[in-house]
C-alpha cells in the first residue's frame, strides 16, 4: 500500500489539471471559422483571420487574450505528392494528362523548387534552405512523424517561419498566396508553434493540421501537447521530490528481493508470472527515470535555443515526445502496480472469491468473449460499408467500431442513421441492441452469476485467510474489542 501510494503522488505530480484548460482554450481559439470541408482559398482565409488574430494578439509577444506567451516564431510547413505517381488505365491517359496517388512516404515530394513551383532547382544552383520552395528533412526542421485523421505523415516538408509581428505575417501569407504555394498536389498543411503560460507555469507545443485526400477537401484536425519544464518552487515540488526518492528506495528494495529470488531460482524464475510483474515494474521504473533525465535535458536545450535564437521558429517537439513517452510509462507503471496490489489482496476473503469465480467461470467466459468480439467486428464493418462514404462518424473501420461502442454505453447520434436510411438505420441500431445488450451481455453476467453461486457452495478458506483472520482476531483482542471471523456469504 505504501509503495502504491508513493508511485501514485510521483504519477499525479508529473500532471498539472490546468494542462486540460490551457490546451482546451487555444484549440477553441484557433479553431473558429473551421468547416468540415474547406478549399484552398478557404484555407488561406481562415489563416489571414483567425490564425494571425489569435497569433498576433491585443498584447505583442502573446496569442489571444494575453496570457501565453509566443516562444519564438510561428511556422508554417507542407507536405506534397509526387506528379504523376498513380497508374491509370490506357483508355483514360489521354484524358487525365495528371495524376497523383494520396500521400505516402514513397510518393512523397522531396524535390527542390524555385517560386511558383517551377522548374527544380539544379544542383549547380545555390540553395536558400529557408525558401519556402525547398524541401527540409524532419533533421532539419528537427521535428517528429505526426499521426493526422488520413495517415502517418513525415517530419520534413516545405516550410517558412511566420514573421514576428502581424504585418509582416500578412506580407509572407500573401506572397505565398500569389505563387500558388498551395495547390493540387498539397497533402497536408501543419502551423506549429510554442507557448508558454505563466500563470499556470506550463509550455504547450501546438500543432495545428488541413490534410486533403485526393478530393482536395481540407479537414482540420489539431493536437497539442502541454508540459512543465520548469519546476514549481513551492512546499509541493519538495514534496513530490521526496515522493521520487522514497519511490526509488522501493524500487532499490526490490531489486535486491528479486535479485536473490533469480540467483536461488535461476531459469525457473523467469517461469513465475508474479516474478516478471516485480521485473517488469522494475525496468519500467528506470527506464521512466531515464526519460525523465531526457526531457530535462531536452527541455533545457530548446530553452536556450529560444533564448539565442528569439525571432526564429524554436521546437519543442523532441521535447513533447520524451514526455509523451514519460506518461505512457508512469500510466503502465500504475496499471502493473494495481495488479500486484489485486495479486497482494488476495487474502481478503471477498475479492478471493471474486477472483476464484472468474478462475471457475474462464472457460465460459473466453467463448463468450469470442462471439463478442465477432459480433463487434460484425456491426463494425456493416456500418463502414453502409454508412462510411456519407457519415463522419463511419468514414473508417476504426471510427466505426469506436461509434458501436459508443453505442452499448448509450453515447450515440440516432439521427444522423435515422435520416440517412430510416429502413436500414432502424434495423441496424435495433438488431445490435437486442443481439449485442440484451442478449450477449446478459448470458455473459448470467455465466458469472451461476459461477459466483457455484463457489459460494464449495468455497473452503485457504490457509492463508485463515491466517489473515487469526492476526485480526489477535489484534482486536490486544487492543479490547470484540471481532468475530469473517464469513464469506
Not at 524532419?138 to 485523421?149: D, K, T, V
Not at 500543432?207 to 497539442?224: C, D, P, V
Not at 533545457?300 to 514526455?323: C, G, L, P, V
Not at 463478442?372 to 462518424?393: C, D, V
Request: charge should be positive; charged fraction near 15%; glycine fraction near 6%.
Amino acid at each position: 500500500m505504501g509503495f502504491m501510494w508513493v508511485l501514485l503522488l510521483v504519477a499525479y505530480g508529473q500532471r498539472d489539471p490546468n494542462a486540460y484548460f490551457l490546451s482546451r482554450h487555444i484549440r477553441q481559439s484557433f479553431s473558429k471559422g473551421i468547416s468540415n470541408s474547406m478549399s484552398i482559398q478557404e484555407v488561406f482565409n481562415w489563416a489571414n483571420t483567425t490564425l494571425l488574430s489569435n497569433l498576433y494578439g491585443e498584447y505583442p509577444g502573446f496569442i489571444t487574450d494575453g496570457n501565453s506567451k509566443l516562444v519564438g516564431n510561428a511556422r508554417l510547413r507542407q507536405v506534397r505528392v509526387q506528379k504523376n505517381t498513380c497508374h491509370l488505365a490506357r483508355t483514360m491517359q489521354e484524358s487525365v494528362p495528371d495524376c497523383h496517388a494520396s500521400y505516402s512516404w514513397e510518393a512523397e515530394d522531396i524535390s527542390s523548387y524555385g517560386p511558383g513551383w517551377s522548374l527544380p532547382v539544379g544542383d549547380n544552383t545555390s540553395l536558400n534552405h529557408h525558401s519556402p520552395w525547398v524541401y527540409r528533412s524532419q533533421s532539419e526542421l528537427r521535428a517528429f512523424p505526426i499521426w493526422g485523421s488520413m495517415m502517418l505523415y513525415r517530419g520534413g516538408g516545405f516550410a517558412i517561419d511566420l514573421g514576428p509581428d502581424l504585418q509582416k505575417s500578412r506580407r509572407i501569407l500573401r506572397y505565398l498566396y500569389d505563387n500558388t504555394w498551395l495547390d493540387v498536389y498539397t497533402q497536408a498543411i501543419f502551423v506549429e508553434f510554442t507557448v508558454y503560460n505563466a500563470n499556470v507555469n506550463l509550455f504547450c507545443i501546438v500543432t495545428l493540421m488541413l490534410e486533403t485526400t485526393a478530393i482536395g477537401a481540407f479537414q482540420f484536425r489539431s493536437e497539442l501537447h502541454s508540459v512543465r519544464l520548469y519546476q514549481s518552487t513551492g512546499g509541493l515540488h519538495i514534496f513530490v521530490m521526496a515522493s521520487e526518492i522514497i519511490y526509488f528506495l522501493f524500487i532499490i528494495y526490490y531489486m535486491l528481493v528479486q535479485g536473490k529470488l533469480m540467483r536461488s531460482q535461476k531459469w525457473a524464475y523467469f517461469k513465475g508470472k508474479w516474478n516478471l510483474l516485480e521485473l517488469a515494474i522494475i525496468v519500467l521504473s528506470w527506464s521512466a527515470l531515464s526519460i525523465f533525465i531526457k526531457r530535462t535535458l531536452l527541455g533545457k536545450r530548446d530553452i536556450s535555443f529560444y533564448q539565442n535564437n528569439k525571432h526564429q521558429f524554436a521546437s519543442f517537439h523532441e521535447t513533447a515526445q520524451a514526455d509523451a513517452v514519460l506518461g505512457y510509462l508512469i500510466a503502465f507503471l500504475v496499471l502493473l502496480a494495481t495488479v500486484k496490489l489485486w495479486h497482494l489482496l488476495r487474502l481478503n476473503p471477498k475479492l478471493h472469491m471474486i477472483t476464484a469465480t472468474l478462475q471457475r467461470a474462464w472457460t465460459d467466459i473466453s467463448g463468450f468473449l469470442v462471439v463478442m468480439t465477432i459480433m463487434f467486428l460484425a456491426y463494425s464493418i456493416a456500418s463502414n460499408l453502409m454508412y462510411g462514404w456519407k457519415l463522419y462518424s463511419y468514414r473508417t473501420l476504426l471510427d466505426a467500431a469506436q461509434t458501436i461502442v459508443s453505442l452499448q454505453l448509450g453515447i450515440f447520434n440516432y439521427e444522423e442513421v435515422l435520416n440517412y436510411n430510416p429502413v436500414l438505420g432502424a434495423f441496424l441500431i435495433g438488431s445490435c441492441i437486442v443481439f449485442m445488450t440484451f442478449v450477449v451481455l446478459n448470458l455473459f453476467i448470467s455465466v458469472i452469476l451461476v459461477a459466483f453461486s457455484q463457489e459460494q457452495m464449495h468455497h473452503k478458506p485457504s490457509e492463508e485467510e485463515e491466517i489473515v483472520d487469526l492476526m485480526l482476531m489477535k489484534l482486536c483482542n490486544l487492543f479490547g474489542v470484540k471481532c468475530q471471523k469473517q464469513v464469506v456469504s
